[in-house]
């Protein structure tokens, strides 16, 4: 299986509901509630289970956003009582702009053109793939150059406040807004109520954060970010340690993150043909490797595929016995949702479990894949509503 390329923001996302848009006569939206359904309905109509528009109070309109290195999904949504709706989507991608203001401006005009005016928007939540700074006002992303000033971004637009968030905060916010059917299991385990939840998920980089119940019965989960992904890598074989000291003479520490994400299975690949030493070759990609390694189950592609997957796994596992997610262990991100036959046929799994003398724990936990790729989105959504506190 092969990555679809990302689609740039100036045309409609394949994934995106909004298009063609007007502010008369919209089509099919996704709705949900602050519970944690998603609905399909009609915008023309009631969401279904939210009663009369006089019940559910007056709209606000929201915007938010899932910023990460490579990509950023940018969305409207309007909130009316207890449901959410989109009202406008679309993705594009960090190499086509110099910089988030430039980006967030092209995105207003759509909104504009589409009579949805930064006027009518009363707030939002921006999730940033990297650490926010001065109680989510600044953020510097952690692989690309672009600083972020949410003010900056409220103020040349007249939009309401704008709160930035880590990305994987808000991936954390989004499990309870993800549908049933976009979780695949990996291991049962014995699912705890209430228990610590763990989210982890390689894309660009490694992103991780773990959500914890506060407020008794009648409380919720709240994320809690943080920087996991930057954890140091631990080889378990002699090739692991052959990768660490060839991606050591590179820098000055070996993360996980430097081989759990995009751009490690890149390193990983090169790390073995430069080993087999193979002739040059143009899989340069993490979506041509995935092509190969399907192509030539045999070859070198498929075999950083596998070592890439056995250090993902071992790495979750490290991290599930730091907090002991007995709520669940949720593996999200682009990787995971688009390579998700290989990772279920790799040894991800059985690193996860390889924890001697502890095996026994992690065996038990509860571990699902993600294949929602508007998670990071949804719970920022979720976020600026006031449905998930960070």
């Keep these: 299986m092969s990555l679809p390329p990302p689609q740039d923001g100036a045309a409609p996302d394949q994934r995106d509901a909004s298009a063609p848009v007007s502010a008369a ?38 915007i938010c956003g899932d910023i990460g290195g490579t990509k950023v ?9 207890a449901s959410l709706r989109w009202r406008l989507q679309r993705r594009y991608l960090c190499a086509h702009y110099p910089d988030l203001a430039a980006m967030f401006a092209d995105f207003m005009r759509i909104a504009g053109d589409a009579a949805l005016y930064p006027g009518d928007i009363t707030g939002g ?29 409220a103020a040349d637009h007249g ?16 499990i309870d807004a993800v549908e049933p059917a976009d979780l695949v299991e990996m291991q049962v385990g014995e699912t705890e109520k209430r228990g610590v939840r763990l989210v982890i998920g390689a894309g660009t980089g490694l992103g991780v954060a773990t959500l914890v119940w506060h407020g008794g019965a009648e409380g919720g989960y709240r994320p809690l ?19 660490w ?15 759990a994400s995009g751009p490690g299975l890149i390193a990983v690949y090169q790390f073995l043909r430069q080993r087999a030493q193979a002739a040059p070759d143009a899989l340069d990609t993490p979506e041509k490797i995935a092509a190969r390694a399907e192509q030539v ?43 998700l036959p290989q990772m279920q046929a790799s040894p991800f799994i059985a690193a996860f479990n390889d924890k001697a003398p502890h095996a026994a724990l992690t065996q038990r936990l509860p571990l699902r894949v ?8 949804k719970g920022a959504a979720r976020i600026a509503c006031g449905w998930a506190q960070v």
């Excluded at 939009?159 to 989004?174: C, E, H, K, Y």
């Excluded at 970010?225 to 990768?243: K, R, W």
């Excluded at 907090?323 to 593996?331: D, E, H, Q, T």
């Excluded at 993600?370 to 989105?377: A, Q």
Aim: hydrophobic share 45%; net charge negative.
């Design 73 to 81: 999904l940018l969305a409207l949504a309007e909130q009316q009582g």
């Design 159 to 174: 939009t309401g406040p704008i709160r930035l968030v880590n990305d994987f905060a808000a991936a954390a916010a989004g």
């Design 245 to 259: 000291r060839h991606l050591k003479a590179q820098g000055p520490r070996v993360s996980n993150e430097h081989i």
């Design 370 to 377: 993600v294949t929602d790729l508007d998670l990071g989105l």
């Design 125 to 153: 939540c921006l999730a940033v793939a990297g650490p926010v700074s001065e109680h989510g006002r600044r953020a510097r992303l952690t692989n690309l150059p672009w600083e972020i000033d949410a003010a900056a971004l």
């Design 225 to 243: 970010p943080g920087e996991g992904g930057h954890l140091g890598f631990a080889p378990t074989d002699e090739t692991q340690v052959e990768l």
């Design 25 to 62: 006569g919209m089509q099919q939206r996704q709705t949900f509630s602050a519970g944690n359904a998603w609905l399909d309905t009609t915008t023309s109509g009631t969401p279904a289970g939210t009663g009369s528009a006089a019940a559910r109070g007056p709209a606000r309109m929201l």
């Design 297 to 339: 189950p045999q070859g070198i592609a498929a075999q950083a595929l596998e070592l890439f997957f056995r250090i993902y796994g071992a790495a979750a596992g490290d991290l599930a016995l730091a907090v002991m997610p007995r709520g669940g262990v949720y593996i999200a991100g682009g990787i995971a949702a688009r390579l």
